[in-house]
């Protein structure tokens, strides 16, 4: 599968989104914000920066300052793949974003989704 046209979507491009579907659920920009700083470990300026520059997929997660250790604790199906079970590395961190987005626009409680 060639995942070219993903890695090379800017990240700015789908952030709106992200909020979109959080807040048409009744969450929060900031509560999307706080799982891309779990998940990444960007804060808000340089995440800002990203959303600035146009930050391709493929550059957001290669500059994040450092994957959570604990997203091996994400899983379950999103997209009709099983997050836990996608080989390509790049792909399955795109994944486990859409998953805990998803999660949250599913009312799951934050301490749930950030997996504590």
């Not at 048409?24 to 990203?50: A, C, H, M, P």
């Not at 493929?58 to 899983?75: D, G, H, R, W």
């Amino acid at each position: 599968m060639d995942n070219t046209r993903v890695y090379k979507m800017s990240f700015a491009s789908v952030y709106p989104h992200y909020i979109q579907k959080a807040e048409r659920k009744n969450r929060t920009k900031e509560e999307v914000d706080e799982i891309i700083f779990w998940l990444t470990g960007y804060d808000s300026q340089k995440l800002q920066q990203q959303i600035d520059n146009k930050t391709d997929f493929e550059t957001f997660f290669a500059e994040a300052p450092q994957i959570n250790p604990n997203v091996s604790k994400i899983t379950g199906v999103i997209c009709g793949y099983r997050v836990e079970e996608i080989e390509d590395k790049l792909m399955q961190k795109v994944r486990y974003l859409d998953k805990l987005i998803d999660e949250l626009a599913k009312g799951k409680a934050m301490n749930k989704i950030l997996r504590q």
